[in-house]
């Protein structure tokens, strides 16, 4: 996570309670080991991004799956009037797997491709 937070700003995001996590994704705290969804809290931007740690390979895949279903769900409530400039971040957002973390980015192209370069780093050797 901190890699990611040093790759990509959040100023202006907050951190999502397991509430939000449950609400949105259908998931609780049972369904995974740990999680860190931030999102702008201000109504400017959709920036998003979340990283899930699932127990194993198994509550991993469960967790990439969720994943998808909460970005499709983003997008088919989408409303067109809301802020219209920002529909393209949400319509090219990425889920991405490594071991048993799932993690997924509503961003820019430019700040999509930072997280995605802190978040594979990490598991690098």
């Known amino acids: ?3 990611v937070e040093g790759a990509v700003s959040t100023d202006g995001m907050a951190q999502m309670d397991a509430n939000y996590i449950e609400n949105m994704f259908k998931l609780t705290t049972d369904d995974y080991e740990q999680a860190l969804v931030m999102a702008t809290n201000v109504g400017t931007t959709i920036d998003e991004v979340g990283l899930f740690k699932g127990a194993d390979s198994a509550q991993a895949e469960e967790l990439h799956t969720a994943v998808n279903d909460y970005l499709k769900l983003r997008l088919d409530a989408w409303m067109p009037e809301y802020l219209p400039d920002e529909l393209p971040k949400l319509q090219n957002a990425q889920v991405w797997t490594s ?14 491709t930072a997280a995605s370069s802190a978040f594979e ?3 690098e050797a």
């Open 1 to 3: 996570v901190a890699a």
């Open 121 to 123: 780093g990490c598991f």
């Open 99 to 112: 071991g048993n973390y799932v993690f997924y980015a509503i961003l820019s192209e430019d700040a999509k």
